[in-house]
């Protein structure tokens, strides 16, 4: 069994010896899932989006490949685009779960609150044994997530990430610098050679960091300055922070816990929410802390979460996916060296290209791509037209989602077929085809490929021009 931290880490929790034990997903049974476990946003597991993997992790269905089936096709590229695995939550949520601990074990426990079991267990036995040194760092379970997930690919895509391809450095890997990336890059590494059978031999890894293509949202000035600095950009999430319907979900959970209302801040009840996210997917339980919400209140915390997402990372303004031009580039200039005709003594393409990121490195690609996009963007005062919306980013982004492009060489040309973890998806505006000729997918971007210039795009005064106007024209609709 592997520890939590992948010794090449070199950081180890002194308590790890007492926690491994608990929080191997493999180990245990399939819990009593939390009814609410289907929204968490970028918390939740990616079980969630495919519950057939709580029977079988491994279980791999070719049949999402659908080329034409008048044409002979084959597959000779994939370029999967991947976020991390399931983590231990970051520095700021250790903190607020800190806090809303030891308010409700100091304060909670003197109030009227009722005498329900789950309410005991919060009080009485439940400790908040998080420490600050997890800070965002990958857990067993996310390690199962991406090993399971190279098994599937390789199963699906068995010429393409074959031993040999990988053996021969064929295989690109690319990670983000962040820990829990570089670990979930091994961890799909290592699911590729338990597959070929090689469980007891000390695991090989062969992967490049580079920030500037995961992480370009930190080095898009435009971005950095209109969006993330920017307290305006998130008005809505702040609106609807402080609205009608956090706050019902605010007063009815300080209810259930007996405690003063003015004792409860928003802030703490997302955290008592990303609880019941956290312990079930670090330790696989059903956390007392899930009794708190019913359907109705998880589907304003997960709205909350969407908003913030929609607004800081997606299609609420445009510099957010703009600032993901270096990573698009990238995927067509690969599928374009992967689809060249060749002469017989060239070399052949790389067969596969492994990028291991974010959620704010998928969200914005997904938005370029303009995927997920409804008529009418949410804001603080339409949640109520809203649960139908397409962007929900518990069944986009949750831990281990992925991007796939698959491109096949057919009779008629190249084809390319996009799948969301790992379910079928047509490009906007080809919605006829699942795997529509390359050369029309790449008429459909041409505005893209031929311009989305990184540095023109994310620098300075003209950025911040056009977001105010891409702001104030998503509001207008």
Known sequence: MFSVFHPAGGVLLAALGLLVPRLSFASLSVPDIPHIAGYFGTKTRYEEVNPHLLRDPLSADPSVLRPPPAEHCSPVHLTAVIRHGSRYPTLKNIRRIRKLSELVRTEASRASGGSEGWLQDIRNS?????????DGQLVTKGWDDLRQ???????????????ENVRKKRVRFLTSSKHRCVSS???FQEGLQRRWGRHDAEPEYSHKVDDELMRFFDRCRGYVEGVENNRTALLEVEKFKHGEE???????????????????????????FFLC???????NVHSPWCFLFDESDSKVLEYKSDLKQYWKRSHGHEINSLSSCPLFHHVFRTLDRAGRPR??????PEPASILVGHAETLLPLLSLLGLFKDQTPPTATNYDSQHGRRFRTSRIVPYAANLLFVLYDCQRGPRLQLLVNESPVRFPGLEAEDAPLYRDVRATYRHLLDGCDFHRECE????????????ERDRAQ
């Open 126 to 134: 439940w400790e908040a044994w998080y420490t600050e040194d997890m």
């Open 149 to 163: 997930l190279a098994s599937r690919l390789a199963s699906v895509f068995p010429s393409l990430l074959s031993e």
């Open 185 to 187: 890059v091994e961890a």
């Open 246 to 272: 956090m706050e019902g979900v605010r007063r009815r959970m300080a209810d259930r816990l007996g405690l003063p209302h003015h004792r409860l801040t928003p802030d703490l009840v997302e955290a008592a």
């Open 277 to 283: 996210s956290y312990e079930l997917a670090i330790k």
């Open 343 to 348: 002469r017989s003594t060239e070399a052949s």
């Open 460 to 471: 300075g005064g003209r950025r911040a021009e056009r977001l105010t106007r891409s702001s």
